[in-house]
């Protein structure tokens, strides 16, 4: 039976890996920050000595995108060391790889969407400890995908889930309107992998819904889609005042998924009424 290794397993990704897996013939190990220190080479390489995994699917990530500007090495142990000695473990194993990367690792301030050739920049602390786990990855790992996210939501904390419970007790929501991207449903994420996962189709990968739209754009059409009456005022990113550097446009394109798979994600509008539905 195959068996799948995931970190991270209680993020938004790692219980929508698991909800994708649900009823199939594969052994699923779940592991959290408890069960399993990916910052630490010789607890990994224990781990994963003694599970055997076929697939590594390395969910875990330090996305408090303004703490890490204050906490940079915690932030470039769980970004770019955990990376780093989960592809040191998957070579040595035979496992394929699957490390989970944003759209922070390009500068923002393009004017078309970015494929997975574009030159990198990354303009924040996130973003480059995110770029160098990918590094790290190409590296060492010897089978991997690395695929690229941006927005995403799912079951937990994510920004869908937080403009629902403003709008319980506010008639009005300031939010961001000049940084462009696409929400992305975990769901659809997790199909995206379930799909490369049995093959060798390698490399670097860009997973997000398709379209764009800004923040305040996505919160009003959360609102929308909710029936919900809560009005969005436009704001910019430099009223807001967050310590790290946002992508002002961060749209990728899924180019190498386009390319050479038959899959396709899903609108961001219509990927956005499933997850409505399943938590209304």
């Known amino acids: 039976m ?20 649900a009823g199939e013939q594969v052994q699923i190990v779940n592991t959290d920050v408890p069960e ?3 910052t630490d080479l010789d607890a990994v390489m224990q781990r994963v000595r003694e599970v055997k995994p076929d697939v590594i699917m390395n969910c875990g990530a330090m996305t408090a995108v303004d703490l890490c500007e204050s906490e940079y090495e915690k932030a470039f142990r769980i970004n770019a ?25 390009f500068s923002g301030d393009a004017d078309q969407p970015y494929t997975e050739t574009d030159a990198t920049d990354p303009q924040s ?23 690229r996210t941006a927005w995403l939501y799912g079951e937990g904390k994510n920004f869908a889930a937080t403009m629902l419970r403003l709008s319980q007790s506010n008639d009005s929501v300031r939010v961001v309107s000049d940084q462009i991207g696409t929400p992305t449903s975990a769901a659809q994420l997790a199909q995206m992998i379930h799909i490369l996962e ?15 739209c800004s923040w305040a754009d996505f919160a009003a059409e959360i609102f929308r889609q909710a029936g919900k009456h809560t009005n969005v005022e436009y704001i910019t990113t430099e009223e807001f005042q967050a310590a790290a550097k946002r992508p002002a446009y961060s749209v990728l394109d ?20 499933v997850y409505l539905k399943e938590i209304l």
């Not at 955990?82 to 922070?104: C, H, M, V």
């Not at 994600?265 to 990927?271: E, K, Y």
């Open 81 to 105: 060391l955990g990376p780093r000695n989960l592809s040191i473990a998957a070579r040595e194993t035979g496992a394929k790889l699957f490390q989970i990367s944003t759209d922070y690792v």
């Open 36 to 38: 399993l220190d990916i």
């Open 198 to 212: 049995p093959t060798e189709n390698y490399g670097i990968f860009h997973g997000t819904c398709e379209g764009a």
């Open 2 to 21: 195959k068996k799948l290794l995931i970190t991270g397993c209680n993020g938004q990704l790692g219980r929508a890996l698991n909800k994708e897996y």
């Open 254 to 273: 899924n180019q190498m998924l386009r390319l050479t798979t038959d899959f396709r994600m899903m609108q961001w509008q219509d990927a956005l009424s």
């Open 125 to 147: 602390v996130y973003g480059s400890t995110k770029l160098a786990g990918e590094q790290f990855a190409r590296d060492f790992a010897g089978r991997f995908f690395i695929i």
